[in-house]
């Protein structure tokens, strides 16, 4: 059993930084490509970044030259550098992982952390 435990958000002002971190705990032979997605209210949820196991990344347009996202193998642990917040950033973030066990391949979700911008 894999568990996805994020932490780091909650409210900033407009022009602000947060940073998100998100590790996986429980048996797992490895994680591959992680990545974090946002839902606010009303919408859909939407991808924000994603990286691979090789360091290359992917960022949603209205994310770019803002948010930066990492990853610790050390420590089973993505991060989410969010800088310059803006009030449309507003949403929950959830982190993705897809992470494979003696049971093959699957794709984890963590519980959601929310982000507010607001002032």
């Known amino acids: 059993q894999v568990q996805l435990v994020e932490s780091g958000g909650g409210l900033v002002q407009p022009g602000g930084s947060l940073r998100l971190s998100c590790a996986a705990s429980?048996?797992?032979?490895?994680?591959?490509?992680v990545g974090w997605y946002r839902q606010a209210p009303g919408k859909q949820r939407e991808l924000v970044a994603v990286?691979?196991?090789?360091?290359?990344?992917n960022y949603a347009d209205s994310v770019k030259g803002r948010f930066t996202i990492s990853r610790d193998n050390a420590k089973n642990t993505v991060y989410l550098q969010m800088n310059s917040l803006k009030p449309e950033d507003t949403a929950v973030y959830y982190c993705?992982?897809?992470?494979?066990?003696?049971?093959?391949?699957?794709?984890?979700w963590g519980q959601g952390t929310q982000v507010t911008v607001s002032s």
């Open positions: 429980g048996s797992r032979i490895s994680i591959d490509a």
């Open positions: 990286i691979t196991t090789g360091g290359s990344t």
């Open positions: 993705t992982m897809l992470v494979t066990t003696h049971g093959g391949p699957y794709t984890y």
